[in-house]
């Protein structure tokens, strides 16, 4: 830590597991997942509403959240909610001072806090990203619902690093209807490939 960087002791934590990475770049990898409460980007078809509201989740101090990080693995990842809410920089550089993995889920809705090994940027039209993670973002994982949302992929796309990988990915409840739509889609435009929920068929957290 420098004298920049701000010490945030407790945060609001919906929930910790240790699962398998089911998405994007590190699909199939072991992962310790950090959910943390607070969202005001307001997905209408969120799977995790009960994160959006802090007040409803304890506070949580990093070193205990640090100290169970440590017994799952060596890869965490950041969630939410929208974890950008909040800053970061403790909890991440405590994960660090352990060797421990840091990869984040974000909207980017936030400016960047926090020390990253892997950022996944997945952009939402509500609230899109700053700039410092569109900068930053080491993947840019688009959410395809219906077909405008190839249109908002490509806006997405050029506003990312040349470095930041690119996955499209279809909603959940949309995907008998749209999956064979973004198959041909990034059959047509290879600079993509699909990330697909494995989690969901693996039937884990």
Known sequence: MTATEKIVEKLPLMEAFYTIQGEGFYTGHAAYFIRLAGCDVGCHWCDVKESWDENLHPKI?????????QENGNLVVITGGEPLMWNLDYLTSKLKEKGIQTNIET??????????DWICLSPKKKKLPTQSVYDAANELKCIIYNHH??????????KVNKNAKLYLQVEWSKKAEMLPTLIEYVKNNPKWAISTQTHKYLDIP
């Open 107 to 116: 909207s980017g809705a936030y400016e960047l806090s926090g020390f990253w």
């Open 61 to 69: 101090l990093v070193s205990d959240i640090v100290s169970q990080a």
């Open 149 to 158: 949302d190839f249109i908002f992929a490509e806006e997405q796309a050029a």
